[in-house]
């Protein structure tokens, strides 16, 4: 016998419900779940990616790799078929609706797959709450899209493997081609359905005819990506790698300037990252989805279910996270693994499918409990994933670029803040006059500068780390200001000293928006630095509090304690920082904070040594150590042996243990 001769086992090749049939019910779960994220929608703009991404749609730019052409496409006609509210809110809109018809998608899958209405229904209830899933339903990102070619993929996989019909394998095809100008996730997905359909019918490779309809459908689906050169061409404002050459085209499409960001290093690094992805799949479905799945998987194998498709896709989209993602990408937020989710749901359906055939005919309906998994996770992540009252970064880039003079230049950098600004700059049309630089877009960070301090301000969001012998470069509020060297100290531009929404626990923040909270709060430290150490010791705590999962951040307070001579702090922050990232940190110039850690360690022992050797001095001898009083005497001590930098430290405690006790 022949393996083209093997049929399906028979409750797999069950005629599933028709089509027609699903529509109305897959309507149904497409409405709950978009007025469910629309409720909870961003009406503003919100961190990381999305500034970029919105702002690439609505003028025909270019965002980051991979260029993202099928969103930025999809996104400007839904912008302009979509007039409501505004842009941003219209982009969260569409992650809404292509989250609502994934969520559908799921159940018309299951149902196509022959499994049960409880069954179906527990899968598209868990994929509508799963928590990766819900976040970016409500923002303006790609990955609900990304979710919905994958559902729209495995479903036409599962009807080949059911009918063996090229048209449904060429139309898969064809759909993941189109997913992977989404993102490319689906494209390496596509592969590994490609895989398994040789591995179920090998003889698929001896028929040129089916095997050329596949391909050509999927070169088909990426046409898209014509998009790239074709524009680029244009020059559009936001022209993120220029890839109207060939080698800058596949450079962007490649992502091939982003591997050296990659976190795996050395294959036992994998082991890891399955660790921390495989507590993933419990977290997102409270460990009792992923025990279904487990049961799903193991029956359904034998049943001949689609099951080695799911777990295929599964490893495809692990290999390719942790190939490639940096240590934000794997370990603190897992919507790169969005593709296995989708999966891992359709695998726990079949889990309830096969419990509801166990249970007997007069209880059949006790299956429907297992709804409350999900409904569990609806109560509980409506108040993380409700960002409807969301406007940290709107509010901070809006008091950012109203803090700055008329016609200045603002060369910005890292994409919590490039990204808000390019959009409010390039979309609202906020601060026209003001230059916006757009280090890092483009495929170089800054061009040669030819300015004058005095006449034509220059601004940084961040400090280039310039080391000039007429230019400083100050903290003045919420950027960094370009000013001669040896002249009068500049006026703070503080409009405000807390962000909307950026103490209200009601308004739900992830690592980006806490990162952009704390970084709010650090610029104003900073910016107090050498005028009030009292008001900016309680800022820079304040930030450390908020962005306590930032390792670039933890390693900058670093710096800021130890250049004040406050060692024993910088020691602390280093160590935290090497904490949250015990590898190099994910800034312009690498870094490591265990280099930090050990150079602290020798200042400090350095400083200790001294501070024993000045304490049997009379003039601390009678004063009680570790009071102001103490802490003043040291400093004097330490300036007169020309260490003002620890002298700096004790006086800076001094003044905090005075104000203590004023209170």
């Given at each position: 016998?022949?393996?083209?001769?093997?049929?399906?086992?028979?409750?797999?090749?069950?005629?599933?419900?028709?089509?027609?049939?699903?529509?109305?019910?897959?309507?149904?779960?497409?409405?709950?779940?978009?007025?469910?994220?629309?409720?909870?929608?961003?009406?503003?703009?919100?961190?990381?990616?999305?500034?970029?991404?919105?702002?690439?749609?609505?003028?025909?730019?270019?965002?980051?790799?991979?260029?993202?052409?099928?969103?930025?496409?999809?996104?400007?006609?839904?912008?302009?078929?979509?007039?409501?509210?505004?842009?941003?809110?219209?982009?969260?809109?569409?992650?809404?609706?292509?989250?609502?018809?994934?969520?559908?998608?799921?159940?018309?899958?299951?149902?196509?797959?022959?499994?049960?209405?409880?069954?179906?229904?527990?899968?598209?209830?868990?994929?509508?709450?799963?928590?990766?899933?819900?976040?970016?339903?409500?923002?303006?990102?790609?990955?609900?899209?990304?979710?919905?070619?994958?559902?729209?993929?495995?479903?036409?996989?599962?009807?080949?493997?059911?009918?063996?019909?090229?048209?449904?394998?060429?139309?898969?095809?064809?759909?993941?081609?189109?997913?992977?100008?989404?993102?490319?996730v689906i494209g390496i997905y596509a592969v590994a359905v490609g895989l398994v359909a040789i591995?179920?019918?090998?003889?698929?490779?001896?028929?040129?005819?089916?095997?050329?309809?596949?391909?050509?459908?999927?070169?088909?689906?990426?046409?898209?990506?014509a998009y790239l050169p074709l524009r680029s061409r244009q020059e559009p404002r936001l022209d993120?790698?220029?890839?109207?050459?060939?080698?800058?085209?596949?450079?962007?499409?490649?992502?091939?300037?982003?591997?050296?960001?990659?976190?795996?290093?050395?294959?036992?690094?994998?082991?890891?990252?399955?660790?921390?992805?495989?507590?993933?799949?419990?977290?997102?479905?409270?460990?009792?989805?992923?025990?279904?799945?487990?049961?799903?998987?193991?029956?359904?194998?034998?049943?001949?279910?689609?099951?080695?498709?799911?777990?295929?896709?599964?490893?495809?989209?692990?290999?390719?996270?942790?190939?490639?993602?940096?240590?934000?990408?794997?370990?603190?937020?897992?919507?790169?693994?969005?593709?296995?989710?989708?999966?891992?749901?359709?695998?726990?359906?079949?889990?309830?499918?096969?419990?509801?055939?166990?249970?007997?005919?007069?209880?059949?309906?006790?299956?429907?409990?297992?709804?409350?998994?999900?409904?569990?996770?609806?109560?509980?992540?409506?108040?993380?994933?409700?960002?409807?009252?969301?406007?940290?970064?709107?509010?901070?880039?809006?008091?950012?670029?109203?803090?700055?003079?008329?016609?200045?230049?603002?060369?910005?950098?890292?994409?919590?803040?490039?990204?808000?600004?390019?959009?409010?700059?390039?979309?609202?049309?906020?601060?026209?006059?003001?230059?916006?630089?757009?280090?890092?877009?483009?495929?170089?960070?800054?061009?040669?500068?030819?300015?004058?301090?005095?006449?034509?301000?220059?601004?940084?969001?961040?400090?280039?780390?310039?080391?000039?012998?007429?230019?400083?470069?100050?903290?003045?509020?919420?950027?960094?200001?370009?000013?001669?060297?040896?002249?009068?100290?500049?006026?703070?531009?503080?409009?405000?000293?807390?962000?909307?929404?950026?103490?209200?626990?009601?308004?739900?923040?992830?690592?980006?928006?806490?990162?952009?909270?704390?970084?709010?709060?650090?610029?104003?430290?900073?910016?107090?630095?050498?005028?009030?150490w009292l008001t900016a010791s309680r800022e820079l705590e304040l930030a450390a509090e908020i962005?306590?999962?930032?390792?670039?951040?933890?390693?900058?307070?670093?710096?800021?304690?130890?250049?004040?001579?406050?060692?024993?702090?910088?020691?602390?922050?280093?160590?935290?920082?090497?904490?949250?990232?015990?590898?190099?940190?994910?800034?312009?110039?690498?870094?490591?904070?265990?280099?930090?850690?050990?150079?602290?360690?020798?200042?400090?022992?350095?400083?200790?040594?001294?501070?024993?050797?000045?304490?049997?001095?009379?003039?601390?001898?009678?004063?009680?150590?570790?009071?102001?009083?103490?802490?003043?005497?040291?400093?004097?001590?330490?300036?007169?042996?020309?260490?003002?930098?620890?002298?700096?430290?004790?006086?800076?405690?001094?003044?905090?243990?005075?104000?203590?006790?004023?209170?």
């Amino acid at each position: 016998m022949k393996l083209d001769d093997l049929k399906l086992p028979p409750r797999f090749a069950a005629h599933p419900p028709p089509w027609r049939s699903l529509l109305g019910p897959a309507g149904v779960i497409a409405i709950i779940s978009f007025v469910i994220y629309t409720l909870g929608a961003c009406r503003t703009i919100y961190v990381g990616d999305s500034g970029e991404l919105v702002a690439a749609a609505a003028t025909f730019g270019i965002p980051h790799p991979s260029g993202y052409p099928l969103y930025v496409l999809l996104g400007k006609v839904w912008i302009t078929l979509v007039p409501v509210g505004s842009v941003a809110f219209r982009m969260s809109l569409m992650s809404a609706f292509f989250g609502a018809l994934a969520v559908a998608g799921l159940f018309v899958l299951c149902r196509r797959t022959a499994l049960s209405i409880p069954a179906s229904l527990f899968g598209a209830a868990s994929l509508a709450v799963l928590p990766s899933f819900w976040s970016q339903a409500t923002v303006q990102r790609v990955y609900t899209l990304n979710a919905f070619f994958a559902v729209a993929v495995t479903l036409l996989a599962v009807e080949w493997l059911r009918t063996r019909d090229v048209r449904f394998m060429a139309g898969a095809a064809f759909v993941a081609g189109l997913g992977a100008c989404n993102h490319t996730v689906i494209g390496i997905y596509a592969v590994a359905v490609g895989l398994v359909a040789i591995a179920t019918e090998p003889s698929f490779l001896t028929r040129p005819k089916h095997l050329a309809a596949c391909v050509g459908a999927g070169v088909a689906g990426l046409l898209p990506y014509a998009y790239l050169p074709l524009r680029s061409r244009q020059e559009p404002r936001l022209d993120w790698g220029d890839p109207d050459t060939f080698d800058a085209f596949i450079a962007v499409i490649t992502r091939r300037d982003f591997w050296n960001r990659a976190w795996n290093e050395k294959p036992s690094d994998w082991l890891i990252i399955f660790n921390d992805f495989a507590k993933s799949l419990g977290d997102e479905t409270l460990w009792i989805g992923l025990g279904l799945a487990i049961l799903g998987a193991v029956l359904g194998f034998r049943r001949g279910w689609p099951v080695p498709l799911a777990l295929a896709g599964m490893a495809a989209n692990f290999w390719a996270v942790g190939a490639h993602g940096s240590r934000s990408d794997i370990f603190i937020w897992h919507r790169y693994y969005l593709v296995a989710y989708v999966l891992l749901v359709f695998l726990a359906a079949m889990g309830v499918h096969w419990i509801g055939e166990r249970l007997r005919q007069s209880a059949k309906d006790l299956v429907y409990l297992l709804l409350a998994a999900p409904a569990v996770l609806l109560v509980l992540g409506w108040p993380l994933y409700d960002r409807s009252d969301f406007r940290i970064a709107d509010d901070f880039s809006r008091t950012l670029l109203e803090s700055l003079p008329p016609g200045a230049h603002l060369a910005a950098s890292d994409d919590n803040i490039l990204f808000v600004l390019i959009y409010l700059h390039l979309v609202e049309g906020l601060r026209p006059d003001v230059n916006l630089i757009m280090q890092g877009v483009g495929g170089a960070d800054l061009p040669a500068l030819r300015f004058d301090p005095d006449s034509d301000p220059l601004y940084f969001t961040h400090h280039p780390n310039w080391n000039h012998p007429q230019i400083d470069v100050v903290p003045v509020g919420l950027a960094f200001k370009t000013v001669r060297r040896g002249g009068d100290p500049e006026e703070l531009v503080i409009p405000k000293t807390e962000l909307v929404g950026g103490s209200d626990p009601r308004v739900p923040k992830d690592y980006l928006a806490s990162n952009l909270t704390g970084h709010f709060h650090y610029m104003l430290g900073i910016s107090h630095e050498q005028r009030d150490w009292l008001t900016a010791s309680r800022e820079l705590e304040l930030a450390a509090e908020i962005a306590h999962r930032n390792d670039v951040l933890h390693y900058n307070l670093g710096l800021i304690y130890r250049r004040n001579g406050l060692i024993e702090r910088a020691l602390d922050a280093f160590k935290r920082s090497h904490r949250i990232n015990p590898r190099r940190l994910a800034s312009d110039k690498p870094a490591q904070a265990e280099d930090r850690i050990a150079e602290t360690l020798e200042e400090l022992e350095e400083k200790r040594r001294v501070e024993a050797h000045i304490s049997a001095d009379p003039s601390i001898a009678d004063l009680e150590p570790g009071n102001a009083a103490w802490h003043r005497a040291v400093a004097r001590l330490l300036s007169s042996r020309s260490e003002g930098r620890w002298a700096r430290g004790h006086e800076l405690i001094a003044l905090e243990l005075s104000a203590e006790e004023g209170r």
